[in-house]
């Protein structure tokens, strides 16, 4: 037998799991518990109050889908100078709609959160660690 299968024998001890294995629960374990802090916290909480309350409101809901067909009609249909003026007409709109500031408010906030976590895994790994690979095997 090798020193390294001795090695690796002698951590799994009795309970026959091993030290990646014993590692890997205690990632997924301080996941778990990363997870449920992130649900109890204030800016989580107030994120899904402000979209909630967003979707509740039907006058926002139904400004938000004209901005979203107008952008596809002008996707669609290339550049049209009486399209776009509707849609920066939309946009104003919808920016002066309180339900649609407290969501949006409250989705930045939720990224800044996020990002901070990002960076201090980041920091810790030594490497960027929410960073797009591309995708794709070929």
């Known amino acids: 037998m090798s020193d390294v299968q001795d090695v690796e024998d002698a951590a799994e ?6 030290v990646e294995e014993d590692a890997e629960a205690n990632v997924e374990a301080a996941l778990r518990e990363f997870l449920d802090a992130l649900g109890e916290s204030e800016t989580y909480r107030r994120f899904t109050e402000a979209d909630e309350a967003l979707q509740d409101d039907d006058d926002a809901m139904a ?6 067909r107008k952008q596809q009609q002008l996707q669609r249909g290339g550049f049209d100078e009486s399209v776009m003026a509707e849609l920066k007409q939309l946009q104003t709109e919808l920016s002066n709609t309180e339900p649609i ?12 959160l996020l990002q901070r976590t990002n960076d201090a895994v980041s920091d810790e790994i030594g490497e960027e660690f929410a960073r797009s690979t591309g995708g794709g095997c070929c």
């Open 101 to 112: 500031q407290r969501q949006q408010a409250a989705q930045t906030e939720l990224v800044e």
């Open 63 to 68: 400004l938000l889908r004209e901005y979203q």
């Open 13 to 18: 001890g009795d309970t026959g799991v091993s």
